[in-house]
């Protein structure tokens, strides 16, 4: 995911920081490899820590896109991130590592979120980010694993519950094994794995 995330700042910074004469033109490369770390980072706290779903929620559209994301408390977050480490790697004000996170951030998260719903856009998907985030490409069972990719679908109507966790999950929640659970699977063990624990 890290290198898709490059390509897109990359993509969506060419006012920002190509042609920005508070960044030297030779260390473009590397602006843009900091604001990508910066959210890379960001989202792999998230996923890491107790937002999990809401970075599910973000990554599935239910936060909106374009400048909307930016009223999202965690993108607020990456923002502050990226400026923070814009002004310590390059030496410049506030307001000018403000600028160019406010004009390539939410492109970035757009066009992040827009790819990973495509179903037909293969470049990357829901399993990818997520993988790359929590460390785990999947979370896998001896009866099956959780199908990421099937989030977007399980919040249209605004909420997760127990029937939208059974379609993604499939067997190793319970929905397929004559209701016999074992020791490290169904939901208990599919939620430890998410989180971590």
Known sequence: MLEQLFDLVRNNSQDAIVQNPAIPNERNDEAIDTVTHSIFDGLQSQAQGDNLAGLLGMMSGQAGTGNNLMNNPMV???????????????GINNSAASDIVASVLPMVLSSLIRKTNDPNDRSIDMNDVMGSLTGQRQVDTDRGSFDFNQIGGALADGKLDMNDLMRMGGGLLGGGGGGQQQSGGGLGGLLGGLFGR
């Open 76 to 90: 607020a977050g990456l923002a502050q991130n990226a400026i923070g480490s814009l002004m310590r790697k390059f």
